[in-house]
């Protein structure tokens, strides 16, 4: 079972222009919802994560979107710059289950100078 | 900083070969995780611990897969016998009580031919 669906597959963005990845979950008991990078030969790194009673966390040039009623959430990366091609990862994970992460397929994001 | 080491980085081994891949947590991280990552399935959890005792092996194929935690430093994933749908790789991932977000290793790729 698809817990937590990711799009777009791939994305391709021009130097200095916005990234934008989404996920859907359907699990309502979720209550953290992380992001990491991955860069190619590396583990995934946690990025910036949001619990559900805020509508929006912004660090730098990274910030996550949260729509509770949606059951959505989103990665926006401002300006965005080649050292941030890499692959996103969504994630969310509850309370009851110590903390286990249910992971999207991942974004693979292009970033041309 | 902190980082979880998983060792070996490669392996190449022939089918039916024995394979043991280990991996030392963050100190003082409690919860350990095993995910394997392949181009058609993602990232999937394997199996996970915490204070060192299994919580969840659902995702291992239980007759050639086993893990282990024989002290909080270090952790272990063996498959025997390997075969070749196992090349993949896989991360090591610890995190702390209430902490949600994980730290991953670099990895084992490991391919079996």
């Known amino acids: 079972q698809q817990q937590v669906k990711q799009s777009p597959q791939s994305l391709i963005v021009q130097k200095g222009g916005i990234s934008i990845i989404n996920c859907a979950y359907e699990?309502?008991?979720?209550?953290?919802f992380p992001w990491y990078q991955q860069f190619p030969g590396k583990g995934p790194a946690l990025l910036i994560a949001i619990r559900p009673d805020v509508s929006e966390k912004k660090e730098g040039r990274f910030t996550i979107s949260f729509n509770k009623s949606a059951k959505q959430f989103s990665l926006h990366i401002m300006d965005s710059q080649p050292g941030d091609s890499a692959t996103y990862f969504c994630?969310?994970?509850?309370?009851?289950?110590?903390?286990?992460?249910?992971f999207g397929d991942g974004t693979t994001l292009t970033v041309k100078p | 900083d902190a980082r979880v080491t998983q060792t070996p980085r490669h392996k190449v081994t022939e089918m039916g070969q024995e394979v043991t891949m280990r991996c030392q947590p963050i100190?003082?991280?409690?919860?350990v995780f095993w995910y394997r990552q392949t181009m058609m399935q993602g990232l999937e959890l394997l199996a996970y611990f915490r204070n060192r005792a299994p919580l969840d092996d659902s995702g291992m194929p239980k007759d050639r897969f086993s893990a282990e935690m024989p002290d909080a430093t270090l952790a272990t994933l063996k498959i025997q016998p390997s075969e070749p749908r196992d090349s993949a790789v896989y991360f090591c991932a610890s995190a702390d009580t209430g902490s949600y977000g994980y730290t991953f290793g670099s990895g084992t790729r490991l391919t079996v031919v």
């Open positions: 699990n309502t008991a979720f209550d953290y």
């Open positions: 100190l003082g991280h409690n919860t």
């Open positions: 994630a969310a994970s509850t309370n009851t289950n110590a903390g286990k992460s249910t």
